[in-house]
């Protein structure tokens, strides 16, 4: 027989299996074993989720990412891929997105934001401009010799490409030598618009060389070395993030990071070494924490050539991070957040096991696994709101299952508990 049960609140869902439970806790709350299209506030209220409308159409339409502008991927008039910009109802077509469907990642930087997966890059300035993210390497340059000043030895000789006053990295080195008389450079292949530098006689440090109608003809005065030595555009990344004064990407087992506040030039060598393939990176005010499919790591410092790494979780679902206020002192575990750090945005992700967070001390904390089961999958999306005045994460799961509770499954892909 049906009986009546006085509450004074919910709480969240809790679908753990385990010894049956009373139904009321001390504080005479209800923790639903299903919350379906609903949110469980802190007061204890339970609100219908509301829906959503279409905006504008889009074909195959994935990573979705909104700063100072909308950006997103989708099928392009001519293209199977595309960058769009969205306002309001529109949607402008910028650029193909080449290569491999894959999930592109945004980062903003002042006036400018960068998207790259590992197959595709490019810079986007929010006043409508489109380029390349870092500019190309120019050959190594093919030189003769002829009348000029510059003593003999042993010289070096690189290009850098100059794109909108921006220098590029130096292409490969060319090696020359003579002795004798007195020599001047004859450049063959100089790029358009590029720079030449040359190093004094017997080696050194490269300066930018006086050029005339393709001639060097004298040494170098040798003010300035080529500050861009050994740098070149990054590659396509998985995940890349931007904390430190730095731009930090992911690539197969490789952690690269950008030259401080110059987040166009990555360094030969400049890269940290993992044993497992990198799939999100989310940062923190003391270093950052690096996630394989499997495997967490917290750096430990701001500075790559200090930090200290140390493995301190089970690993990301590529794609669900979101950076989200923590609201209370705790965030569970036993770790505490210090009210300084409590006004600081903390990085939340999805792993294999339900949703954590990243504190700002180099720990990772679950969130829901003592109470929520969750279907696992290969990849997902993430995200912080504020709805209504109450802070939310919205993880939304896809791809190959990890594991699957079946009545769970149901009950989400039917959006109703009965049949």
């Not at 618009?193 to 004298?218: D, K, M, Q, R, Y």
Request: hydrophobic residues 40%.
């Amino acid at each position: 027989m049906a009986k009546n049960v006085t509450a004074y609140g919910f709480k969240g869902m809790s679908n753990l299996p385990g010894a049956a439970a009373k139904l009321l806790d001390d504080e005479r709350q209800i923790s639903p074993k299903i919350v379906l299209n609903a949110d469980v506030t802190d007061g204890g209220a339970i609100n219908i989720r509301t829906g959503f409308k279409e905006t504008k159409a889009l074909t195959n339409c994935h990573s979705l990412w909104a700063g100072s502008a909308m950006l997103c991927v989708a099928e392009g008039a001519n293209a199977p891929q595309a960058l769009f910009r969205i306002e309001g109802e529109q949607a402008w077509e910028l650029c193909e997105v080449t290569g491999p469907r894959a999930p592109v990642n945004f980062v903003e930087i002042k006036d400018l934001v960068y998207a790259s997966n590992p197959y595709w890059k490019a810079a986007y300035d929010l006043l409508g401009t489109l380029r390349s993210w870092g500019i190309s390497l120019p050959p190594a340059p093919r030189v003769n010799l002829v009348d000029g000043d510059m003593p003999p030895g042993t010289y070096f000789v690189a290009y850098t490409n100059v794109e909108g006053g921006r220098l590029g990295g130096n292409g490969p080195l060319t090696k020359i030598a003579w002795e004798g008389e007195s020599a001047g450079l004859q450049l063959l292949n100089i790029p358009s618009g590029a720079l030449c530098w040359v190093t004094h006689p017997n080696g050194g440090e490269l300066f930018v060389a006086v050029v005339s109608a393709g001639v060097i003809s004298s040494a170098s005065p040798g003010l300035q070395p080529l500050p861009t030595f050994t740098a070149a555009p990054p590659p396509g990344f998985s995940h890349f993030i931007y904390e430190h004064g730095r731009i930090w990407g992911a690539r197969a087992k490789q952690l690269f990071f950008s030259d401080p506040n110059q987040y166009e030039l990555f360094r030969d060598g400049n890269y940290l070494p993992f044993t497992e393939d990198l799939v999100l990176l989310a940062p923190v005010t003391g270093g950052l924490f690096a996630n394989s499919l499997t495997s967490s790591w917290f750096l430990d410092g701001t500075d790559p050539a200090q930090m200290k790494m140390e493995k301190v979780g089970d690993g990301a679902i590529p794609g669900t991070l979101a950076m989200a206020q923590m609201s209370g002192p705790s965030v569970g575990g036993g770790y505490e957040i210090s009210r300084k750090l409590t006004q600081m945005p903390s990085p939340v992700w999805m792993t294999k096991h339900g949703i954590v967070v990243g504190t700002h001390t180099g720990h990772v904390v679950h969130l829901t696994e003592a109470k929520v089961r969750i279907n696992s999958r290969t990849q997902g999306a993430g995200l912080y709101r504020v709805q209504d005045g109450i802070p939310q994460v919205l993880m939304s799961l896809y791809g190959e299952s990890w594991g699957t509770d079946e009545t769970l499954l149901r009950i989400f892909e039917e959006n109703k508990l009965f049949n």
